[in-house]
């Protein structure tokens, strides 16, 4: 639906998976997506590919851990575009293991790249993306059902997406003056590549095999299967759209059943 005046559109992660199906969305609903992840050969490839498909979009790499390199991905991104109306906090990483086993360098690089980027990006496109001095403005923080309970051998994934529903609460009540809304999406299983490494590192931890994980995981979700990415972008599609304007502060499940909190 062609709008008034293009909105822009940052979205983190965006060249696979959950990332890649909310930068498609949001670009074919009418927005300039600038997207990022932190390999530039992956940002350039589906650049290309989403031009291909007519959509307005750009990108450039970003590390989300660096203060630094989210200030110039911001940057870049209003030097392409204009100011920023849409964020979606997407990047993010698994990890975990036998907590008495976990290292430091796991703790913090899961922490730093799941909740402390999240904070980074926000903060930078309130400032430097110029959303703060808008009347309205969407802020959507990819999580996951694991923000909302605890997960075996996922302490540090489990923690991190915790904070970021934490963090999204926060945020939403204090900007809720504003006109601009923070709201968490949390998948449940979704089938991603990030979803392959999890069960990969499952069947590892259990001695089993990947196949015997997926049916374990299936088994737990009412729905009896993994939701889409494509099914995860529809929500983050409807939270940045005008209708959701007063849907803010939430922490709202796409996960077949799995969660009903």
């Known amino acids: 639906m062609a709008q008034q005046h293009q909105r822009v559109a940052l979205v983190t992660g965006a060249t696979s998976g959950i990332g890649l199906a909310v930068a498609r969305l949001l670009a074919e609903q009418g927005h300039r997506v600038f997207l990022g992840a932190r390999t530039p050969e992956n940002v350039a490839s589906t650049v290309k590919e989403l031009r291909a498909e007519g959509l307005d979009v750009d990108g450039a790499a970003v590390d989300v851990r660096s203060a630094d390199a989210v200030k110039a991905f911001v940057q870049a991104a209003v030097d392409t575009f204009g100011t920023v109306d849409v964020l979606v906090n997407n990047a993010g990483r698994s990890g975990g293991g036998v907590t008495a086993d976990i290292v430091d360098e796991l703790w913090e690089d899961v922490i730093d790249t799941n909740l402390n980027s999240v904070f980074r990006l926000t903060r930078e496109v309130l400032n430097t993306g110029g959303m703060r001095d808008k009347e309205r403005g969407r802020i959507i923080n990819v999580a996951s059902t694991a923000g909302k309970q605890g997960v075996v051998l996922g302490a540090p994934y489990s923690a991190s997406k915790h904070g970021v529903v934490g963090f999204t609460k926060a945020l939403g009540n204090e900007l809720a003056p504003t ?83």
């Open 179 to 261: 006109g601009i809304t923070v709201n968490a999406v949390c998948p449940g299983y979704v089938e991603t590549p990030m979803a392959q490494r999890v069960r990969a590192g499952y069947a590892a931890a259990y001695d089993t095999t990947e196949d015997a994980i997926l049916e374990k995981f299936q088994a737990k979700i009412p729905l009896g299967r993994y939701s889409t990415p494509e099914e995860v972008a529809g929500l983050v599609g409807y939270l940045a759209s005008d209708t959701a304007a007063s849907i803010t502060s939430q922490a709202l499940n796409v996960c077949g059943g799995l969660g009903n909190f």
